[in-house]
């Protein structure tokens, strides 16, 4: 990627419950606004981080024509071998009532403290404090929901892009949000991933996708809990968009300039 003269990209580790994360900056040069940069912070960033900068430098040449400022992008990447097992502990928060048998779930509240006081506050740029956003997708979606719905943690803004509601949906309740609050929330789901696009329906495994989407559910369960988000926020507070010819793995790129567009606002 060439390097944009207005922007700075630098790369930490860090080490929280014993587990190493990778850290991306992207930095805007140059005086800060009054108030400090908008800031979204971008989950499983190995997967979209470099995305994420492209667009920002490419978008923010415009913010006329764009509605994209510059901002500062703070990315936070699993560094180890066992992602998927240590992005369940991160990215949920179950606690099994007594005698339950084992959970699916682990330190979210934890790893949202990790974020809040250690990842951000580390930024060595000044931030708006109105104006953090979160984007995650996937499980990371989720736990993008569950921050929203269990106080924010200092993020007003939050992109949940595919969000696993199905992992545990009753822990995802609007109505713990202040009617008419000030977050801001933008859900997101591709059109394929519900019905089997004509490339996969052919495949000999096609009948097994379809019970496991039917079970999930996901574009439907995402777009009622964006109108219950809209109960909550009103109709500028809260928007679920369903984005045509995207599928689980696609809409990642797709969802990004939506996303840097809220972190602007």
Known sequence: MKADPRFQLTERRAIHDGYA?????????????????P???LLDADGCFATATEALQRMARRPDATAVEPMVLIGIAH???????RRETDFT???????????RGGSGRHFLE?????????????LDGGRLALFGHSLGGYFTLWALTHGGYGFSRFIAVSPSIWWDSEQLQPAGIAVGGSSRVLLLAGEWEGPLPPWQA????????????????MIEAARELGMQLQSQLGDGGAAFHLLPGEDHASIVSAAIPRALRLAST
């Not at 994360?21 to 940069?37: E, F, K, M, T």
């Not at 928060?93 to 959970?103: A, I, L, R």
């Not at 052919?202 to 559910?217: G, I, P, T, W, Y």
């Open 39 to 41: 800031a979204l912070l």
């Open 114 to 126: 990790f974020l809040r006081r250690e990842v951000i506050q580390s930024v060595p740029a000044p």
């Open 79 to 85: 560094a180890g071998d066992d992602n998927k097992a």
């Open 21 to 37: 994360y990778h850290i991306s900056l992207c930095l805007p040069d140059g005086p800060a606004p009054v108030n400090g940069w």
């Open 93 to 103: 928060d179950f606690v099994p009532t007594e005698g339950e048998e084992g959970s």
């Open 202 to 217: 052919a495949l000999e495994n096609a009948d097994s996708v379809r019970k496991r989407r039917s079970q999930r559910n």
